[in-house]
């Protein structure tokens, strides 16, 4: 089975949807699963992992939806507030939905201190209760107290989203690899190559200027630890779904074909509980 680990869908609202700003033009309309499936048999992929793009309740009700109407949404990672009281009713209302596999918190937008806080820790350490996975979302100045947390939750399932996002653009690589090799000693902590075009130049990247991250995370990680991820639609600003893939299928064909089987579908599926 060959899975998108990471996707998004939204019906775009210029509030909700703020993020969006107008140099991500391309991106400032709807995006559903009519507009993603004819990609997916294109290019081969059996289904996807479709993760939250807004940070509310509502946002799960509208992916938990879409997953039943389609089947090849294989699996939901949605959105809660860790930090509240009230963390743990509302993981046992999602532990009852098969598809709700795990959450992710914006960490990206939040201070790296948020993740060394009691709160946060508590409502973190409730996930294990119901065999849910977590999303880490962060940029590399985040990436210490990362470190610290997925050390402290060594049975907790953790992937990094979009390889913590290295400075691609600005060709910085040195201390976000040594980081990235420090996760990766985690036995618990997965990696998706994934939003890589995105912290490039959006109109000059070339595949050049992404193998050298690349090398980092295959290096540290492996391909059982690591994913494919497409990160459609919001990589459409900077390449459009079948250059995603063939970015990663170029950089893996002089593996075996089942390592190759690993990181475009079997680390997915056997991180999210996909059948």
């Known amino acids: 089975m060959r899975i998108d680990a990471h996707q998004h869908f939204w019906q775009y609202d210029a509030e909700k949807h703020a993020w969006i700003d107008d140099g991500m033009k391309a991106i400032q309309r709807d995006f559903l699963p009519t507009d993603l499936k004819p990609l997916l048999d294109k290019e081969g992929i059996d289904g996807t992992v479709v993760v939250?793009?807004?940070e509310s309740l509502a946002e799960n009700t509208f992916l938990l939806g879409l997953a039943e109407q389609h089947p090849w949404i294989k699996k939901v990672v949605g959105w809660v507030d860790l930090c509240s009281d009230e963390v743990?009713?509302?993981l046992e209302r999602y532990a009852q939905e098969p598809k709700?596999?795990?959450?992710?918190?914006?960490l990206q937008g939040q201070p790296p201190e948020l993740m060394a806080e009691k709160s946060f820790r508590n409502g973190l350490g409730q996930l294990q209760k119901f065999d849910f996975t977590y999303d880490i979302l962060?940029?590399?100045h985040h990436m210490d107290e990362a470190?610290?947390?997925v050390s402290q939750f060594p049975n907790q399932p953790f992937v990094i989203d979009h390889l913590a996002k290295p400075y691609i653009k600005d060709r910085k690589i040195d201390e976000w690899?040594?980081?990235?090799?420090q996760l990766a000693e985690r036995e618990n902590v997965c990696c998706k190559a994934s939003g890589m075009v995105t912290e490039a130049d959006?109109?000059?990247?070339?595949?050049e200027d992404l193998r050298p991250y690349l090398d980092v995370v295959f290096e540290a990680f492996g391909p059982k630890r690591l994913m494919f991820g497409s990160d459609w639609p919001v990589a459409q600003v900077a390449a459009d779904y079948p250059v995603n893939v063939s970015v990663v299928n170029a950089y893996i064909h002089?593996?075996?074909?089942?390592?190759?089987?690993?990181?475009?579908?079997?680390?997915?599926?056997s991180f999210y509980g996909i059948q």
Request: no cysteine; net charge positive.
């Open 202 to 207: 959006w109109n000059r990247w070339t595949r």
């Open 177 to 181: 690899a040594g980081k990235m090799k």
């Open 88 to 90: 743990l009713t509302t």
């Open 254 to 269: 002089q593996l075996s074909q089942h390592e190759q089987a690993d990181i475009m579908g079997n680390t997915a599926a």
């Open 138 to 140: 962060i940029f590399p």
């Open 100 to 106: 709700m596999t795990g959450f992710r918190m914006i």
């Open 147 to 149: 470190i610290e947390l």
């Open 52 to 54: 939250q793009a807004d």
